[in-house]
């Protein structure tokens, strides 16, 4: 029998669902295997990042994180900012303490100046960040949770090169400056400003020619750190992923490891949402023809209590 002009629309039209089937279930398995890549890189990325301390072994320590967790508490971050080069561990030129509460959604920053004079236990009187040059992250940790009599539970090591570096991978950040210097050959203007890994890193860098000191420095390293956590939470280029994972994995180490960075995604994310920052009041002062920046005991008390009112709010 000929075939008629209606059997061959049917034809076409029983044949078109096909098609489409093909080309999606095409899409859909090249979409997975890229899925499964990054997933299998996120995981390789974490494994290199992951350094826990010697506490982590602790059965009490898990049980109390797993608590915070589960009941979605505050928890408070240090980051340290580390130049290190070949057969010198550095010191930490950069420390930020972060409590972050996910009930309030907000976040409390301190910059902790490097000169700080405090007790690094097993060492004395010392700047703080030479806990890290006595004893690494572990002594670092130790001395910041004396100093303020807040609990540190997990650290970030960021190498500043590998800052450097991410900043370029996520497109750069943007900041605003209220102050017009130049620093390495670069002049940073007033008002909005994109910066790029280099210019970003000379911009946190400064410090002698800004009358505040480190207070200043500390305040530009804060306005950056918040550009790049808001950068990345919003960053979308799927092309970029391997690099930037690559980044991470040479440059950054931290106890946390996949299970706890799957929650700090999940539940803690919002608290970029509503940023205060704290400094640290001081004097400056010679001491054994050596300058250390000199903070009282009630300035302690001070911001070790607005921290943990911070973490206590609901």
């Given at each position: 029998?000929?075939?008629?002009?209606?059997?061959?629309?049917?034809?076409?039209?029983?044949?078109?669902?096909?098609?489409?089937?093909?080309?999606?279930?095409a899409i859909l398995l090249i979409g997975g295997g890229y899925a499964w890549y990054v997933w299998d890189k996120i995981h390789d990325t974490v494994?290199?990042?992951?350094?826990?301390?010697?506490?982590?072994?602790?059965?009490?320590?898990?049980?109390?994180?797993?608590?915070?967790?589960?009941?979605?508490?505050?928890?408070?971050?240090?980051?340290?900012?580390?130049?290190?080069?070949?057969?010198?561990?550095?010191?930490?030129?950069?420390?930020?303490?972060?409590?972050?509460?996910?009930?309030?959604?907000?976040?409390?920053?301190?910059?902790?100046?490097?000169?700080?004079?405090?007790?690094?236990?097993?060492?004395?009187?010392?700047?703080?960040?030479?806990?890290?040059?006595?004893?690494?992250?572990?002594?670092?940790?130790?001395?910041?949770?004396?100093?303020?009599?807040?609990?540190?539970?997990?650290?970030?090591?960021?190498?500043?090169?590998?800052?450097?570096?991410?900043?370029?991978?996520?497109?750069?950040?943007?900041?605003?400056?209220?102050?017009?210097?130049?620093?390495?050959?670069?002049?940073?203007?007033?008002?909005?400003?994109?910066?790029?890994?280099?210019?970003?890193?000379?911009?946190?860098?400064?410090?002698?020619?800004?009358?505040?000191?480190?207070?200043?420095?500390?305040?530009?390293?804060?306005?950056?750190?918040?550009?790049?956590?808001?950068?990345?939470?919003?960053?979308?280029?799927?092309?970029?992923?391997?690099?930037?994972?690559?980044?991470?994995?040479?440059?950054?180490?931290?106890?946390?490891?996949?299970?706890?960075?799957?929650?700090?995604?999940?539940?803690?994310?919002?608290?970029?949402?509503?940023?205060?920052?704290?400094?640290?009041?001081?004097?400056?002062?010679?001491?054994?023809?050596?300058?250390?920046?000199?903070?009282?005991?009630?300035?302690?008390?001070?911001?070790?209590?607005?921290?943990?009112?911070?973490?206590?709010?609901?």
């Amino acid at each position: 029998m000929a075939e008629t002009r209606a059997d061959f629309k049917k034809k076409k039209k029983r044949k078109w669902p096909y098609w489409v089937g093909g080309i999606l279930i095409a899409i859909l398995l090249i979409g997975g295997g890229y899925a499964w890549y990054v997933w299998d890189k996120i995981h390789d990325t974490v494994d290199d990042m992951h350094e826990p301390l010697a506490r982590d072994d602790d059965p009490e320590r898990k049980q109390e994180l797993d608590n915070i967790f589960n009941k979605k508490k505050s928890l408070n971050v240090l980051l340290l900012g580390v130049d290190e080069r070949t057969g010198d561990r550095g010191r930490s030129d950069t420390m930020i303490l972060m409590s972050l509460n996910p009930k309030t959604n907000s976040m409390t920053m301190l910059s902790i100046p490097r000169d700080t004079y405090v007790n690094i236990p097993g060492h004395g009187m010392d700047k703080i960040n030479h806990a890290y040059a006595f004893g690494g992250v572990e002594l670092s940790v130790q001395t910041v949770e004396e100093a303020f009599d807040i609990p540190v539970h997990f650290y970030g090591k960021v190498n500043m090169e590998g800052f450097k570096q991410g900043v370029d991978a996520i497109g750069g950040v943007t900041i605003t400056n209220d102050r017009e210097f130049t620093q390495d050959g670069i002049t940073f203007g007033v008002g909005e400003l994109h910066l790029q890994g280099n210019e970003a890193l000379s911009y946190i860098r400064m410090r002698k020619n800004d009358p505040r000191g480190d207070m200043g420095r500390n305040e530009r390293q804060r306005q950056v750190i918040t550009a790049a956590i808001n950068e990345a939470a919003s960053f979308s280029s799927i092309t970029k992923v391997g690099d930037i994972l690559g980044i991470l994995g040479n440059n950054v180490n931290t106890d946390l490891n996949m299970k706890n960075i799957q929650n700090l995604f999940s539940n803690y994310l919002g608290t970029r949402a509503n940023v205060k920052t704290l400094e640290i009041s001081g004097s400056g002062q010679t001491i054994g023809g050596i300058w250390y920046y000199i903070v009282p005991d009630s300035e302690f008390t001070r911001l070790s209590t607005e921290m943990k009112n911070h973490m206590e709010a609901k």
